[in-house]
Protein backbone atom coordinates (compact mmCIF):
# COMPACT_ATOMS: atom_id res chain seq x y z
CA UNK A 1 0.00 0.00 0.00
CA UNK A 2 1.48 2.84 -0.68
CA UNK A 3 2.64 5.28 2.15
CA UNK A 4 0.18 8.38 1.87
CA UNK A 5 -2.69 6.00 2.61
CA UNK A 6 -1.04 4.70 5.76
CA UNK A 7 -0.69 8.08 6.79
CA UNK A 8 -4.38 8.83 6.56
CA UNK A 9 -5.06 5.94 8.27
CA UNK A 10 -2.38 6.38 11.54
CA UNK A 11 -4.11 10.22 11.78
CA UNK A 12 -7.67 8.40 11.96
CA UNK A 13 -5.86 6.03 14.49
CA UNK A 14 -4.49 8.77 16.25
CA UNK A 15 -7.78 11.02 16.50
CA UNK A 16 -9.60 8.02 17.60
CA UNK A 17 -7.09 6.88 20.37
CA UNK A 18 -6.34 9.72 21.52
CA UNK A 19 -2.92 8.39 23.51
CA UNK A 20 0.16 8.14 22.29
CA UNK A 21 1.88 4.81 23.06
CA UNK A 22 -1.84 3.22 21.66
CA UNK A 23 -1.92 5.01 18.62
CA UNK A 24 1.39 4.11 17.81
CA UNK A 25 1.36 0.48 18.15
CA UNK A 26 -2.77 1.13 17.06
CA UNK A 27 -0.99 2.42 13.60
CA UNK A 28 1.64 0.10 13.33
CA UNK A 29 -0.80 -2.72 13.29
CA UNK A 30 -3.50 -0.62 10.33
CA UNK A 31 -0.35 -1.12 8.37
CA UNK A 32 0.17 -4.58 8.21
CA UNK A 33 -4.07 -4.89 7.76
CA UNK A 34 -3.53 -2.55 4.92
CA UNK A 35 -1.11 -4.36 3.26
CA UNK A 36 -3.24 -7.30 3.47
CA UNK A 37 -5.47 -6.21 1.38
CA UNK A 38 -5.22 -5.94 -2.60
CA UNK A 39 -3.42 -2.77 -3.51
CA UNK A 40 -0.26 -1.11 -5.88
CA UNK A 41 2.72 -3.00 -6.34
CA UNK A 42 4.91 -4.03 -9.50
CA UNK A 43 6.58 -6.84 -8.31
CA UNK A 44 10.58 -7.19 -7.16
CA UNK A 45 13.16 -4.82 -8.84
CA UNK A 46 13.01 -1.24 -8.08
CA UNK A 47 10.53 -0.28 -10.56
CA UNK A 48 9.04 1.54 -7.41
CA UNK A 49 10.87 4.11 -6.73
CA UNK A 50 9.68 6.75 -9.06
CA UNK A 51 6.20 6.37 -7.44
CA UNK A 52 7.75 5.89 -3.89
CA UNK A 53 9.37 9.53 -4.90
CA UNK A 54 6.06 11.05 -5.48
CA UNK A 55 4.41 9.26 -2.57
CA UNK A 56 7.31 9.90 -0.36
CA UNK A 57 6.79 13.53 -0.81
CA UNK A 58 3.11 13.68 -0.31
CA UNK A 59 2.59 11.72 2.56
CA UNK A 60 5.63 13.66 4.18
CA UNK A 61 3.31 16.93 3.07
CA UNK A 62 0.48 14.61 4.79
CA UNK A 63 2.09 14.20 7.99
CA UNK A 64 2.48 18.09 8.19
CA UNK A 65 -0.42 19.23 7.35
CA UNK A 66 -2.66 16.59 9.58
CA UNK A 67 -0.44 17.82 12.37
CA UNK A 68 -0.68 20.86 12.11
CA UNK A 69 -4.99 20.41 11.94
CA UNK A 70 -4.86 18.75 14.76
CA UNK A 71 -6.34 20.24 17.72
CA UNK A 72 -2.91 20.05 20.56
CA UNK A 73 -4.29 17.60 22.78
CA UNK A 74 -4.43 15.35 20.39
CA UNK A 75 -1.62 16.27 18.16
CA UNK A 76 1.16 13.52 19.71
CA UNK A 77 -1.33 10.90 19.46
CA UNK A 78 -1.93 11.83 15.93
CA UNK A 79 2.07 11.91 14.76
CA UNK A 80 2.09 8.85 16.87
CA UNK A 81 -1.03 6.69 14.56
CA UNK A 82 1.61 8.25 11.38
CA UNK A 83 4.48 7.02 12.68
CA UNK A 84 3.42 3.49 13.53
CA UNK A 85 1.63 3.41 10.35
CA UNK A 86 4.62 3.97 8.22
CA UNK A 87 7.01 2.17 10.71
CA UNK A 88 6.71 -1.29 8.72
CA UNK A 89 7.78 0.59 5.30
CA UNK A 90 11.32 1.62 6.91
CA UNK A 91 12.45 -1.43 4.87
CA UNK A 92 11.96 0.18 1.42
CA UNK A 93 14.39 3.48 2.65
CA UNK A 94 16.97 0.67 4.32
CA UNK A 95 17.06 -1.36 1.01
CA UNK A 96 17.22 1.44 -1.33
CA UNK A 97 19.91 3.81 1.04
CA UNK A 98 21.72 1.38 2.60
CA UNK A 99 21.40 -2.17 0.96
CA UNK A 100 19.73 -3.91 3.97
CA UNK A 101 16.56 -3.52 5.89
CA UNK A 102 16.29 -2.33 9.57
CA UNK A 103 14.41 -4.86 10.23
CA UNK A 104 14.89 -8.44 11.55
CA UNK A 105 14.82 -11.12 8.45
CA UNK A 106 11.59 -12.74 10.48
CA UNK A 107 9.50 -9.83 9.82
CA UNK A 108 10.90 -8.85 6.77
CA UNK A 109 9.39 -12.28 5.84
CA UNK A 110 6.50 -11.95 7.58
CA UNK A 111 6.08 -8.41 5.99
CA UNK A 112 6.39 -9.97 2.30
CA UNK A 113 4.18 -12.78 2.71
CA UNK A 114 1.09 -10.72 3.80
CA UNK A 115 1.41 -8.18 0.90
CA UNK A 116 -1.66 -8.77 -1.99
CA UNK A 117 -0.09 -6.61 -4.75
CA UNK A 118 -1.16 -5.79 -8.35
CA UNK A 119 0.34 -3.39 -10.62
CA UNK A 120 -3.09 -1.96 -11.41
CA UNK A 121 -4.38 -0.93 -8.28
CA UNK A 122 -2.33 2.42 -8.32
CA UNK A 123 -5.46 4.62 -8.86
CA UNK A 124 -7.65 3.35 -6.50
CA UNK A 125 -4.55 3.52 -3.80
CA UNK A 126 -4.36 6.86 -4.90
CA UNK A 127 -7.99 7.73 -3.96
CA UNK A 128 -7.90 5.87 -0.76
CA UNK A 129 -4.92 7.67 0.40
CA UNK A 130 -6.71 10.93 -0.70
CA UNK A 131 -10.06 10.05 0.87
CA UNK A 132 -8.34 8.60 4.20
CA UNK A 133 -5.86 12.41 4.33
CA UNK A 134 -9.23 14.19 3.70
CA UNK A 135 -11.48 12.65 6.15
CA UNK A 136 -8.78 12.64 9.41
CA UNK A 137 -8.06 16.52 8.23
CA UNK A 138 -11.95 17.54 8.28
CA UNK A 139 -12.62 15.16 11.67
CA UNK A 140 -9.38 17.04 13.12
CA UNK A 141 -10.23 20.28 11.78
CA UNK A 142 -14.14 19.87 13.51
CA UNK A 143 -12.76 18.78 16.83
CA UNK A 144 -10.65 22.21 17.32
CA UNK A 145 -13.42 23.89 16.66
CA UNK A 146 -15.38 22.20 19.40
CA UNK A 147 -13.01 22.49 21.82
CA UNK A 148 -14.16 24.74 25.03
CA UNK A 149 -13.27 28.24 25.11
CA UNK A 150 -9.94 28.62 27.71
CA UNK A 151 -11.40 31.54 30.40
ZN1 LIG B 1 4.06 -2.45 4.14
Not at 12 to 37: C, I, Q
Not at 42 to 61: K, T
Not at 67 to 88: E, F, K, Q, S, W
Amino acid sequence: MIISAHVGAGALVGTALRRPLPAFAAGFVSHLAMDMVPHWGNGPGLGWIPVARRDGVAGLAAMGVLTAAAPPGRRIAVLAGMTGACLPDTDKIGIYFAGRSPWPRRFDRFHGRIQRESADLLPRDVLVAAMLSVTAAGLLQALGRSRPPRR
